[in-house]
Nanobody
Framework: QVHLEESGGGLVQPGGSLRLSCVAS????????MGWYRQAPGKQRELVAR???????YYADSVKDRFTISRDNARSTVSLQMNDLKPEDTDVYYC??????????????WGQGTQVTVAS
């Protein structure tokens, strides 16, 4: 069984910072891309940032220069440092990982989501 566990969400004022973390656990042979998505009620889930196994990042235009994604391959973790947060960043944030497990082969896995609220 593969499990993604997120942490670090919460309430922050505009201009503030939060750091999200996600750890993948279970029987995992290899992890390819890891990333973060977000979703507001009634809207489609959208990509925020992702990072390849060799550390190449990609960011959505809306978060460039404010968010930084990083990963620790030895610990199977991915983090998202979010600075200069805006009210429009309020969403549920989901960790995603494309990985190889002996029971599923190469598959996408998702965390349960963590709420980020940016408000005065």
């Amino acid at each position: 069984q593969v499990h993604l566990e997120e942490s670090g969400g919460g309430l922050v004022q505009p201009g503030g910072s939060l750091r999200l973390s996600c750890v993948a656990s279970g029987t995992i042979f290899s992890i390819s891309t890891m990333g973060w998505y977000r979703q507001a009620p009634g809207k489609q889930r959208e990509l925020v940032a992702r990072i390849t196994s060799v550390g190449t990042p990609y960011y959505a235009d809306s978060v460039k220069d404010r968010f930084t994604i990083s990963r620790d391959n030895a610990r199977s973790t991915v983090s998202l440092q979010m600075n200069d947060l805006k009210p429009e960043d309020t969403d549920v944030y989901y960790c995603n990982s494309y990985l190889y497990s002996p029971t599923t082969g190469w598959s996408d896995f998702w965390g349960q989501g963590t709420q980020v609220t940016v408000a005065s």
